[in-house]
Structure formats: structure tokens, C-alpha cells
């Protein structure tokens, strides 16, 4: 069974700074079947939406809310995905949750965080 665990988030002050990190754990496959790692972040009452990205040759993609503030990363090593978030604003604030994409033969497995909350005060 395939598990990531978050964590990192927490309550900040507008400017400040917060890293994330996801850990996977169980059969993902080989490190060469995960092809996409991500954050998506949820605010209440509002849809899941995608922070940033970064596919399997280490290339980030970021949505223009937060280019310049946050900073996506990955480390093959421990199967885990960082998301360095500085200069955060109130809008920030959301459950923050990592995805794991891998592919193995024909199939594409998604697998999701439970999440971590950040909370960004004025």
C-alpha cells in the first residue's frame, strides 16, 4: 500500500516562510516509473487546485499565483517532494496536499496526501 505523508505546514505571518515536504512510502514501482510529482493546495469551500509541479526530469512548472514566492523540488532518494513557500500571503492560507503520479506498463496510478494545513495571518 502506497502512503505520503505531509508535513511542514503551520500558522505564519504574512512574509514569512514555510517548507512542505511529502514522503512516500510503499510500492510506488521503480524510481523511474514516477513521472509526476505536485502540491495542490485546498481552501475551505473552495476546489482543489494545482501550486506547482515537477515531472520526472526535474523540470518545475508553477501557477503564476505564487512564481517567484514558491519553489518546487523532489529528491529521488527518499521518494519525497519539498515546496518552499516564502513571502506568503493570506491567500496562501489552505490545506496544502502532495500527488504522486506513476506509471507502470499501461496503467497511471494518482496517489494523494492527506494534506497539511498552512495558515497565513495578516
Known amino acids: 500500500q502506497v502512503q505520503l505523508v505531509e508535513s511542514g505546514g503551520g500558522l505564519v505571518q504574512a512574509g514569512g516562510s514555510l517548507r512542505l515536504s511529502c514522503v512516500a512510502s510503499g510500492d510506488l514501482g521503480s524510481i523511474s516509473a514516477i513521472n509526476y510529482m505536485a502540491w495542490y493546495r485546498q481552501a475551505p469551500g473552495k476546489m482543489r487546485d494545482l501550486v506547482a509541479s515537477i515531472n520526472s526530469d526535474g523540470t518545475p512548472d508553477y501557477v503564476d499565483a505564487v512564481k517567484g514566492r514558491f519553489s518546487i523540488s523532489r529528491d529521488n532518494a527518499k521518494i519525497a517532494v519539498h515546496l518552499q513557500m516564502n513571502s506568503l500571503k493570506p491567500g496562501d492560507t489552505a490545506t496544502y496536499h502532495c500527488?504522486?503520479?506513476?506509471?507502470?506498463?499501461?496503467?497511471?496510478?494518482?496517489?494523494w496526501g492527506q494534506g497539511t494545513p498552512v495558515t497565513v495571518s495578516p
Open positions: 500527488r504522486v503520479d506513476t506509471v507502470i506498463g499501461p496503467t497511471k496510478y494518482i496517489y
